[in-house]
Each structure stands twice: as C-alpha cells, then as structure tokens.
C-alpha cells in the first residue's frame, strides 16, 4: 500500500525557491549540516527542479525558482533546534551566514541566535535550555516588555 506521506516526511515540508539552488544546496550542508536525500535537475542540468534535504529529523525541499510554472522566490524563516546553537552560529557564520542575532538566552527557555543566507532566508538557530511553567514563562515577558519600553526612551 503507497502511504500518503513519503517515508521520511513530515505533514509540513518547507520548501525553497532560490536563485541558484544548487549553490545553496552545497552552503546549506556547510552551514547547517544538511544531508541531500536527493536531486533532480531540469532539463538541461543547470537549475534544480526539485532536491530533498534533511537536517536533523526533519526534511525541507529546494528549487530554483521557475518563472515559466509560477515558482518565484521564497522569501522564508525557518527554525532549526540543535544540541548546541552556540556551535551551530559558528558553524554556519563561518560557512558565509549573515548573523542577525548573535546566541542569547530568551524568556521563552531557548537560547537563540538568527542569520541569513545570501538568498534572503532567515535562520533562526535554538537550543532549549530551560523547561517553564505557564506563570513562569508569563512572568519572564512581563520582564522583558518592560525591559523592552525601558530601552524605547
């Protein structure tokens, strides 16, 4: 019997369309240690109609944009949760991402950092660092808005 989920996917695949996706295909295995499960190139073997990557448990899919069939680029964030976020900022700023936000820890229980990549993609890099009650994590907001206003004047 054919599932109607691939093996290995997620009811929610992010996909990405940039400009020059096999580029990108090779910057996402340096940066952020993305495994290639698989790749189709067009035609003429010079665009990407279609490559699987995995990074970690989870798959996301990249293309080049394809003007002629209505697939223009993405203009994307997505969240990657990793054992150590401090290393995984230095390995991708050191692969070329732009960083954003360095690692800090925030009121949520996550220590995060954000980058982008050349194709205007966000990254936001995260270790869960702390596990928080309801009251705990409502009075850790209530910090930080008020530290936020505090800095607005």
């Known amino acids: 019997m054919v599932k109607p989920i691939p093996?290995?996917?997620?009811?929610i695949t992010p996909a990405l369309a940039?400009?020059?996706?096999?580029?990108?295909?090779e910057f996402y295995k340096?940066?952020?240690?993305?495994?290639e499960v698989m790749r189709a190139p067009d035609p003429t073997g010079k665009k990407v109609w279609h490559?699987?990557?995995r990074i970690g448990d989870s798959s996301f899919f990249v293309n080049d944009p394809m003007p002629d069939m209505g697939v223009g680029p993405s203009v994307s964030s997505l969240w990657i949760y990793a054992p150590d976020v401090d290393g995984a900022y230095a390995r991708a700023t050191k692969a070329g991402a732009k960083s954003l936000m360095p690692p800090m820890d925030m009121f949520?229980?996550?220590?995060?950092?954000?980058?982008?990549?050349?194709?205007?993609?966000?990254?936001?890099?995260?270790?869960?660092?702390?596990?928080?009650t309801p009251d705990?994590?409502?009075?850790?907001?209530?910090?930080?808005?008020?530290?936020?206003?505090?800095?607005?004047?």
């Open 7 to 11: 093996e290995g996917l997620h009811t």
């Open 108 to 132: 949520w229980g996550d220590r995060t950092a954000t980058l982008a990549d050349r194709w205007g993609i966000r990254w936001t890099l995260a270790t869960h660092i702390k596990d928080l």
């Open 30 to 35: 340096r940066a952020f240690g993305a495994e």
């Open 18 to 25: 940039v400009d020059g996706a096999a580029e990108a295909i």
């Open 51 to 53: 490559a699987n990557l």
């Open 136 to 153: 705990q994590m409502k009075k850790a907001q209530d910090a930080f808005v008020a530290e936020m206003a505090k800095q607005k004047k």
